[in-house]
């Protein structure tokens, strides 16, 4: 990239339980294991065949230099110990129509269910939508990862179509949900909650 050619910054962000940072090279050895867990991996549709150390170690590089700015990559930490826990990012950054694809994963099983993915949600939406600057952004969720979808659709994404039987699992079909959210609905969304 050019020195005269704008850069997507990360500012970080956080509340009183989750933040959100940056990806660090010492990242690869906890990430790579969350994307070989079969059961975190099947959640989220992520690469389906084994991920080495030197796959993942391009793929943190790559989010730590900013490579390109089609992407937001960042690392979620429980605050109540400093443990990263999970990764966010928004991805396929269209700066002219701005809107962006999400993407979640809390990789540490011992996390799960506390509201910490819901919280980076949150936290990642906000700096869409307000940082960013962005006007829309939409994700994918395969039918039968029933928390997510309960975590998507009660933080306001509208459900907009589906990808019938596009996801092969364990000698099964399945549906790919398309959900979305604008900016006008995140801050109704946002409003009603401050109420």
């Given at each position: ?7 997507a910054?990360?500012?970080?962000v956080?509340?009183?339980?989750v ?15 969350w994307?070989?867990?079969p ?29 390109g ?49 819901r919280?980076?949600?949150r ?10 600057n ?18 998507y ?12 039987k ?10 790919l ?7 006008r ?11």
């Open positions: 990239m050019s020195d005269s050619q704008p850069r910054l990360f500012t970080p956080r509340d009183e339980v933040a959100l940072r940056p990806l660090e090279p010492g990242d690869v050895a906890i990430t790579v294991a994307r070989n867990d059961e975190i991996r099947d959640q989220l549709l992520s690469f389906r065949f084994p991920v080495s150390h030197v796959m993942e170690s391009q793929f943190i590089d790559r989010a730590i230099s900013g490579d700015m089609q992407q937001f990559v960042a690392g979620i930490v429980d605050l109540s110990d400093g443990a990263l826990c999970g990764l966010v990012y928004l991805r396929d950054i269209d700066w002219i129509s701005r809107n962006a694809a999400f993407g979640m994963m809390i990789g540490r099983r011992d996390r799960h269910r506390r509201g910490l993915g919280r980076a949600l936290l990642t939406l906000q700096h869409g939508f307000d940082v960013l962005l006007e829309r952004i939409f994700l994918y969720v395969v039918e039968y990862n029933l928390p997510a979808r309960r975590l659709e009660t933080s306001g994404f509208i459900y907009e179509g589906s990808l019938r596009h996801v092969a699992l364990g000698g099964n079909r399945y549906d949900l398309a959900m979305g959210m604008l900016r609905e995140f801050d109704a969304f946002a409003m009603a909650r401050r109420d």
